[in-house]
C-alpha cells in the first residue's frame, strides 16, 4: 500500500514529549525495556541524532517510530515498530522510506540493523526493502557503566 502524507497523517522528528507513547509502543512490539529505554537514554539518543528519529502519527497521536542512529558513516536501524492495530497498511515502509532518505542526504554508505532470533517474521519486510542476511557475522556486546 502507497502511504500518503496528509493533513491528519504525517512523519515528525520525535520529541522526548513522545516517551510515554513510545514505550508502550515497544512493549506492543515485544522489545526489551531496559536501562537503553529509560527516558534519559532516549532523550540522550534524540539529540545524538536528530534528524533521523522519525514517528509516524494519525491525529496527532503516535502510531509508529523508527530510530536512525548515525555515526558519520553508518547508519543503524533501532526499535522500529507500527502499532498492531495499524500494521499492514502502509506505515512501517512509509517511516522506512523516510529514514532512507534522510541517511542518503546524510551520506551514508550503509545501512544495517539487528533482529533478535525470536522475531525472524519481521525478515520479510527487510527483504523486500533489498536488504541481505549476513550469515558472516556474529554480534558481542558488553554493558559499560553499570551502575
Ligand atoms: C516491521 C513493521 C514495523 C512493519 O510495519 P508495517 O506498517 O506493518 O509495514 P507496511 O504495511 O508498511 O509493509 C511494507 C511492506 O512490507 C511487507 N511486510 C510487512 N511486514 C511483513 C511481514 N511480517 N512479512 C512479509 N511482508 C511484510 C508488506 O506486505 C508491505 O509490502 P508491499 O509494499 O508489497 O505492500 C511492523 O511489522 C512491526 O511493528 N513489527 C513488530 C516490531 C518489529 O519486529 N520491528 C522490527 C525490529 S528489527
Sequence with gaps: MIWQESKNQNIKKLNISDYSSLIEIWKEAGFKIGKSEEKKEVEKFFNANPKTSLGIYIDNVLIGCILGGYDARRGLIHHFAVRKEQ????????????????????????????VKKDNTQVIPFYKKQGFILREDLITMSKEINDD
Design 87 to 114: 500494521q499492514g497498511k502502509g506505515y512501517g515502509k512509509a517511516l522506512f522510506d523516510q529514514l532512507m532518505n534522510i541517511f542518503k542526504e546524510l551520506g551514508v554508505v550503509k545501512v544495517s540493523f539487528w
